[in-house]
């Protein structure tokens, strides 16, 4: 299945978007939400993506970040992506701590389909760099299928599809997750979401939550965000907080 997805990767060339984004477009970032964009950054254009979380559960706090992702547009309707390590640290109670994995993806940006669809796929691969507790053991690929529809002016419905594969992981060897949300532009700089997410263990109870945040344009290339939301069930985090803010270099 994996080396399918990385030939689609590679392949049908003839599907990729022909509204690919350009330097024209407003930035566009793969948060606060955990629904990821459905279109890739320009060519030639380097964004950093940055956020930090606090996290209430199971009578634990944690604070995480900065949750960093680098990505690159290297060609039409594609880029490599890179997940940089962030810190978890233990405030309160007796919650994991550490580095997570270092995790390099590539993302290629298709349609639109009819019904004004766009998607894109995305192949990752977890790097065993970080700390067992928080990341697990060996090698972690991943396969992510965001997508997105407008629906009337100013609004537009988004989702997500990702398998996640830990093949030394005897204990939860694969997990599916999927978000659906609403989203919401307000003037010309500003949206707002609301979203559910459910991951859902091969070994396992399922974990969901709902996520509500938004975002403002500082500029053409910067962003502020913020997120917060709470769990549906006892394995999902009880409460959660974040802010972040994300730029793009153009022209590179």
Not at 57 to 83: A, I, K, P, Y
Not at 135 to 148: A, C, D, E, M
Not at 155 to 163: A, D, N, R, V
Not at 236 to 245: D, E, K, T
């Amino acid at each position: 299945m994996l080396l399918a997805a990385l030939a689609c990767l590679g392949c049908c060339r003839s599907m990729a978007s022909e509204d690919c984004p350009t330097t024209e477009d407003e930035i566009q970032t793969d948060r606060p939400d955990v629904t990821n964009s459905s279109v890739v950054v320009p060519v030639a254009s380097l964004q950093l993506e940055n956020g930090i979380d606090l996290t209430r559960q199971s009578g634990s706090t944690t604070v995480n970040g900065t949750n960093s992702r680098l990505r690159l547009g290297v060609g039409r309707c594609l880029e490599v992506l890179l997940d940089l390590p962030d810190l978890t640290r233990s405030l309160r109670g007796n919650g994991p701590s550490g580095l997570a994995d270092l995790t390099p993806a590539v993302k290629r940006q298709f349609g639109p389909l009819p019904g004004d669809f766009e998607f894109s796929a995305t192949l990752g691969l977890g790097l065993p760099t970080g700390a067992r507790a928080l990341s697990g053991r060996g090698f972690q690929p991943y396969l992510q299928l965001p997508w997105s529809r407008p629906i009337v002016d100013g609004w537009e419905l988004t989702g997500m599809l990702t398998e996640f594969w830990s093949p030394r992981s005897a204990g939860n060897p694969r997990t599916s997750e999927s978000t659906f949300s609403l989203e919401h532009e307000i003037g010309p700089r500003a949206d707002w979401f609301a979203e559910f997410v459910g991951d859902y263990p091969s070994i396992g109870a399922a974990r969901q939550y709902l996520n509500f945040g938004g975002g403002y344009r500082v500029t053409h290339t910067q962003q502020i965000d913020f997120h917060t939301g709470f769990g549906l069930d006892d394995r999902a985090p009880r409460v959660f907080f974040g802010i972040g803010y994300s730029w793009r270099w153009d022209d590179l």
